[in-house]
């Protein structure tokens, strides 16, 4: 998230030098590879480069690619092939075995579809959305490489694609994508030939909350920051000291316990660590976060303290249902051993990572299946086609 603040901040900097801006996409990846599709790098015609594709081995050649390649502008492919022995001879050294395609687009501040122009927009309003663009094309298929679909969360879509049936087609299938959570490579089967798309789903950076302002919240702060989150700090002893012991933060709220309910916005974006040291203060805040719809809680603690803490919300009429515990990380934090606050918080900001992708925090040595799940091509014919 951080990389794709640091791009889109670029961009918008670079705009008023103007110079060439141009955009790397992976856009597929198959086998083992560095970045997966999504993973993007802002190059300028003078050679300034902002994010990263690979490990750092494909970079200066996609940049070649920008002047050599594109004398007209339109957008190509690049396909990095390293399962094959030539890679030595190629002069990659990948030191991987995958093959990755590789999107470059030049990029236009008043194209309406620009990519990081949408980006911005999700992030900016907390909101989801789909980029679906157009990587390859065969036969008579009236569709150019780059075409995009852009779907909002509101269903509001924006296209440059003219043919209606893979417009129809298209849509569905990334209002599927919304609606499942996941990016998808699909490749759509007309009667004049055939088109590959890549579905990417468009997520805002996690919320994080943080409940407590002691000086072992701020690595943990720190930490979410370095990954590219939102960070909310929420002091209910109401301290001034607060605001600059948190200057990185995104915002810093001085309540009391009494009125909290009243002073955060939560919502499935939003993730939380209750750090305060106060049990009646831990009380109140889990009597709010709890029933919300929240996608990960965490709370500093032993298991008798956590014990206790359900024992009376159970008193104050907050049934806690099995889901709502399921959510609820105490004592908080992945076993790495982890005694000092930059260690303790690197353990809270690696559970939360575990959870939102949905794995276990084991060693990746253990893993028996793939590392990052890949995207499966569906092909999916069109029925009735009358394109051109």
Known sequence: M?????????????????????????????????RQPGARMLITSSGKMVGTISGGCLENDVFEHTRVSMPDGKPIVI???????????????????????????????????NPLAFIHQCFYNQQQGIIATVIAVEGRVNVKVGARLILQSNNTVNTDIKDEYLTAALLKDAQAALENQHSSFHQYQLAVGKVDIFIEL???????????????????????KALGWRVTIVDCRGSEVTQERFI???QVILTRREILDKQICIDDNTI?????????????????????????LGCLGSKQRTARLLQDLRAAGVECTPIQLQKLHTPVGIDIGADTPEAIALSIIAEIQAVLANRGGGFLKHRMEPIHKRNQVNKIPIKNYKGC
């Open 79 to 113: 396909t990095y092939d390293t399962t094959a022995d030539e890679d030595i001879i190629w002069g990659f050294g990948l030191g991987c075995n995958g093959v990755v395609n590789v999107f470059i687009e030049l990029l236009n501040q008043d194209n309406p579809l």
């Open 248 to 250: 990185m933060a995104d």
């Open 272 to 296: 939380a660590v209750v750090m305060t040291h106060n049990y009646l203060d831990d009380l109140e805040i889990l009597k709010v976060l709890i029933p919300a719809a929240i996608s990960y």
């Open 2 to 34: 951080k990389e794709l603040n640091n791009i889109i901040a670029a961009f918008a900097k670079i705009q008023h030098n103007n110079e060439q801006v141009f955009l790397a996409t992976v856009v597929n990846a198959q086998g083992s590879t560095y």
């Open 202 to 224: 468009i997520k805002p950076p996690p919320h994080l909350i943080i409940f407590g302002a002691g000086r072992d919240s701020v690595p943990v702060a720190e930490f979410a």
